[in-house]
């Protein structure tokens, strides 16, 4: 898999230049008549990916997000704009770029459905041509990473959505890919399954430099595994930067859920933070998105009888709303509706 040393001389891996894609809808206006609309499922988002990389790419449904992989590799042409990944352009030459990315699109399975783990594999080397030295020591990383052993045999109807996803990641490595695109890999799953992708992920970033695009609706998704994040909206790329600074420009606040070891009133005194709700033993701890977690804890576990904790994350949707009220560009007036999945 791809090295990222040298990344800064080289060209960017991902190119992506005012791209567009428009759909033509037809809407009912009346018993009996419809008419067409224009929507502008991407509207003339511009970024750039250097050579291994990871980032997350984020928004709420129907921002943009999935548009914007569909035409990165090659599966919707776009209406206006340039691509280049790989110095490739995805809708001219699909197949040859086929051959130097990876892709799971979420819980849409590019395993065959009847037949064991480890046949779905064989087709895809197959597919793909990948010498046998290759494939094997692939597949062997893969499996021992992703705790695959047991589960080569398992037709992959039979596999639960945690562990067909990983069944699915490593199907999308086995061919060696420079770049990886991951439509939400982590909707559905438990949390050991998360964890396991997760750790995947970083090791093979960090080992392999692989390069990888990540959307997600899971905040903790981005915070463990990117420092970069862009959020796209109505089409609109709102923000490209650090996730700290994503925090910041939102506004947002974290929740730290408290859990104390009997009823007690309103946690108070703890600088920087506000009381939100008590519900028994438990209470929300509302804090600015941006400062650290880690004083507040040390504070309420100085006053307080603390039994647990845990600190949430804002929402996207909440996130993007802030970023609007606080100045991000805002979708144009008449496109709002109509807005295509992902």
Known sequence: MGSGSGAAAERPLIEVDGAEKVFSVRRRTGRLRRTRQEVRAVD????????????????PNGAGKSTTIKMLTGILTPSGGRLRVAGIDPARERTRLARRIGVVFGQRTTL???????????????????????????????????????????????????????????????????????????????????AKVRGFLRELNAERGTT???????LTDIEQLCRRVMVIDHGHLIYDGGLEGL?????????????????????????GARTVKVDGPRQ????????????????????YPLVDLSVREPDIEEVIARLYAAGGRRPEPGRESGRQPG
């Open 44 to 59: 003339g988002i511009t970024f750039r990916v250097p050579r291994g990389e990871m980032v997350g790419y984020i928004g």
């Open 112 to 194: 065959w459905w009847d037949l064991p783990l480890r046949d779905s594999y064989e087709l895809v080397r197959r597919m793909y041509r990948v010498p046998d030295a290759v494939y094997r020591a692939n597949l062997d990383r893969c499996v021992e990473l992703l705790d695959l052993a047991p589960l080569l045999a398992v037709p992959v109807r039979q596999l639960s959505l945690g562990q067909r996803m990983r069944g699915d990641i490593a199907a999308a490595l086995l061919h060696d890919p420079e770049v990886l695109y991951l439509d939400e890999p982590t909707i559905g799953l438990d949390v050991i399954s998360k």
């Open 212 to 218: 990888v695009l990540l959307t997600t609706h899971d």
């Open 247 to 271: 925090r910041a420009a939102g506004d947002g606040e974290r929740t730290l859920v408290v859990d104390l070891e009997r009823e007690l009133p309103p946690i108070e005194g703890i600088p």
């Open 284 to 303: 929300w701890l509302a804090f600015p998105a941006a400062r650290s977690a880690a004083p507040l804890v040390t504070a309420v576990a100085e006053r």
